[in-house]
């Protein structure tokens, strides 16, 4: 014990804040490496400056957010062997050639060209550096593949055979690669990278509408984008949840009974909208719902029968708390986004989309609900995976490294500090970027490094 916490609970606190970190940063590098395809292809196809501008102005944010992506990535990778080195004995013949080929595929893909779209833009030619471009933006898509191939493993493992040693051994590779929850989870966080960068390009692009009264060029197209994939993806993103809950009933029936608040098996189940879960009583408190929908939802059937928690044993189930309300947290925000959209596209058909306060508001205000639904997400996915790590075979308390907690509540600590110094730095520079907007000329990275008129001799100017 350690301050009145197990092991277990700080391993697992441990490592909640450390993903939590990192997830939203690959999120954002995914979207916006897309993105930067797209402002590259335009201004190539069309030649108006505010591509340039825009692709420019967005470049310098994704370097910063792509390396602290990858730095905080790399700390979770030594973890594995810190905290859960029973799981990564056990499920590593599983899930260590699968991280091998992320970094050998999309990490090499990312890397390889990334110094040509950062830096190389005057020295090779406009379709070479939109190539470099597109292949940045096809790494973080093969990259995003592998590590949800790998946590879909987890989730719904298939493929292998238990040794004499309690080791996952790989016996169908296909089958280890796609199973029957990889596409859902593959297609859901994807559109939900995409809408998250949509979120944030359109909150600038607001706020600098409204900063400077109408916008220039390069923020009203700012807006003027984002706003046409939240209208296009969120009610793709919607279709593509509910198949992926529908995959979750089949696989993991505990997980959707945590996510619906339902501890009791029957047919016709509500759709409870508001709850109290008490897991001690296992019942609902102070319920708001509507019947039958649930069941119409979940079995496409009025009458349809969702399994309850009780079913569960007690020790085999997630804690209803958590995912009941991260679950709507998620939803509720993607309706959101649904929301904004469609109200932009009734702005821009009244012609009033660039001067409309109200809704530029909301869009500023939404800037970051895509990184909350993200990690909501994900807390849900995760969270209602519990007590597991690899599904109905290897119990979460039976992973851990035999570590005294001390050492893991020190090591907690030391993460907090570092991570609120370092990812803290990276991100004011980032809302400094932001305030400033696409308008205001700062040094390109095209420029190169700068050299101190001490170190050039060249009286100040930059080398």
């Known amino acids: 014990m350690w301050m009145g916490l197990d092991v277990l609970t700080l391993a697992r606190a441990q490592f909640a804040f450390t993903i939590s970190f990192h997830i939203v940063l ?92 950062l830096f190389g833009r005057e020295r090779v030619g406009p379709r070479l550096h939109f190539f470099a471009t597109l292949m940045v933006a096809t790494g973080t898509l093969v990259s995003a593949t592998w590590i949800l191939m790998a946590n879909s493993w987890m989730q719904t493992p298939q493929g292998f055979e238990i040794n004499a040693a309690g080791q996952f051994i790989p016996t169908d590779w296909w ?22 960068t949509a979120l944030v390009v359109g909150g600038v692009g607001a706020f600098h509408v ?67 879960p008490d897991d001690e009583a296992e019942m609902m408190r102070y319920t708001i719902e509507i019947p039958r929908l649930g069941s119409l939802i979940l079995t496409h059937s009025v009458d349809g029968v969702v399994k309850g928690l009780k079913d569960f044993p007690k020790d085999k189930r997630p804690n209803a708390s958590i995912v009941f309300w991260s679950f709507r947290l998620m939803v509720g925000i993607g309706f959101a986004i649904f929301g904004l959209g469609l109200w932009s596209l009734y702005l821009r058909w009244r012609g009033k989309l660039y001067a409309t306060p109200l809704f530029l508001w909301a869009a500023a205000v939404m800037t970051p609900a895509g990184f909350i639904a993200v990690l909501a997400g994900w807390v849900t996915t995760e969270v209602g995976r519990q007590p597991y790590t690899v599904y ?43 305030f400033a907007g696409p308008e205001v000329d700062v040094p390109a990275l095209d420029e190169g490094p700068l050299r101190s008129a001490s170190m050039s001799g060249e009286g100040g100017n930059h080398a």
């Open 26 to 117: 690959p999120a954002f590098s995914i979207g916006l490496a897309s993105y930067l395809a797209v402002l590259e292809f335009l201004d190539l196809r069309t030649g108006k400056s505010e591509y340039r501008k825009l692709f420019d102005y967005w470049k310098k944010i994704f370097a910063v957010v792509f390396g602290m992506g990858v730095v905080s990535g790399l700390v979770m990778s030594y973890e594995f062997g810190t905290n859960w080195s029973v799981f990564s004995d056990k499920a590593g013949p599983v899930i260590g050639p699968l991280m091998g080929y992320e970094v050998f595929s999309a990490f090499f893909l990312e890397a390889g060209f990334l110094g040509v779209m």
């Open 210 to 276: 409204l900063r400077h009264k109408g916008g220039e060029p390069a923020s009203r197209r700012m807006l003027s984008m984002a706003m046409w994939m939240a209208t296009l993806v969120a009610p793709i993103q919607i279709i593509a949840g509910d198949l992926h809950g529908l995959n979750t009933l089949e696989y993991q029936p505990a997980k959707v009974a945590a996510m619906e608040g339902d501890y009791e098996t029957r047919a016709g189940q509500p759709l409870i909208l508001f709850g109290i």
């Open 392 to 434: 109905g075979f290897l119990l979460t308390k039976d992973s851990l490294s035999p570590v005294p907690a001390p050492l893991v509540g020190f090591s907690l600590l030391a993460f907090v500090l570092t991570y609120f110094v370092v990812f803290g730095a990276g991100a004011l520079y980032i809302a400094r970027l932001f």
């Open 175 to 196: 089958k280890v690669m796609f199973t029957p929850s990889f596409p859902y989870r593959l297609v859901h966080m994807v559109l939900a990278a995409y809408l998250t």
